[in-house]
C-alpha cells in the first residue's frame, strides 16, 4: 500500500476572518480536509473535501462556519493539503 503525501499548515484567525480564510483556502484547490479548532485547541469542525465537492454540496459547511465565527474570536484553521502527484519537471 502506498502512503499518501502531503503537507499540513496551521493558520491563527479571529472569528472575523474565519469564513473569508476558509473560503480562500476552498478557492485554491487541492485540499484535502479542513480542520477547525477553538482556542483551547478543540476540533469544533472537521470537513473532509474532495475535487468533486463544489457548489451547493458546500452550502452546510458555511453556514457551520457562519456560525461559528459568531461564538468565540479566536480559532486554528488546519489545512491538509494533497500535493502534486508528479514534481514539476527540472529544465
Keep these: 500500500m502506498s502512503q499518501e503525501r502531503g503537507r499540513i499548515e496551521e493558520l491563527q484567525v479571529s472569528g472575523k476572518q474565519l469564513l473569508g480564510t476558509l473560503k480562500r483556502i ?44 459568531a461564538i468565540a474570536a479566536s480559532y486554528t484553521v488546519v489545512v491538509e493539503r494533497a500535493d502534486d502527484p508528479k514534481p514539476p519537471a527540472v529544465i
Design 26 to 69: 476552498v478557492r485554491e484547490g487541492n485540499v484535502r480536509r479542513v480542520v477547525v479548532k477553538n482556542a483551547r485547541g478543540r476540533t469544533v469542525l472537521d470537513i473532509p473535501l474532495s475535487a468533486s465537492l463544489v457548489g451547493a454540496a458546500l452550502l452546510p459547511f458555511w453556514a457551520a462556519v457562519g456560525g461559528l465565527a
